[in-house]
């Protein structure tokens, strides 16, 4: 379908679009629950990326996923049962950023073995 078409979405494209968010909210549901702590954080759309809710754990352990915008990544939040913030007022949390740096240091670790 073209941009400015006039044509709806093919049966298969509007099939794709579920499937993929029941992918989407089955692999949310499954890292909230298989991990400690898990916190939710929206980050907002930019001119290159969707909305996202990206999942941290207590110990920094994250996951991301498009989500078509703020307020569905909220509900999607309270409906898997963590707390949701705003990434633009609250900023990453330390645990993400620290995850993070061990998992480079890591890499650099291994690559050099």
Do not use: C
């Not at 794709?16 to 939710?40: K, N």
């Amino acid at each position: 379908m073209g941009l400015f078409s006039r044509k709806k979405a093919a049966p298969a494209a509007v099939a794709d679009d579920t499937s993929a968010r029941d992918a989407t909210v089955a692999h949310l549901r499954e890292f909230a629950t298989s991990r400690i702590g898990v916190e939710a954080y929206v980050e907002p759309q930019t001119s290159v990326t969707q909305t996202t809710i990206m999942l941290v754990a207590r110990d920094g352990e994250w996951t991301r996923r498009r989500v078509p915008d703020a307020r569905t990544a909220e509900q999607l939040a309270r409906d898997i049962g963590v707390p949701v913030y705003d990434v633009q007022r609250t900023g990453y949390p330390q645990s993400w950023r620290d995850w993070n740096a061990r998992q480079r240091l890591l890499e650099r670790k291994s690559a050099t073995a």
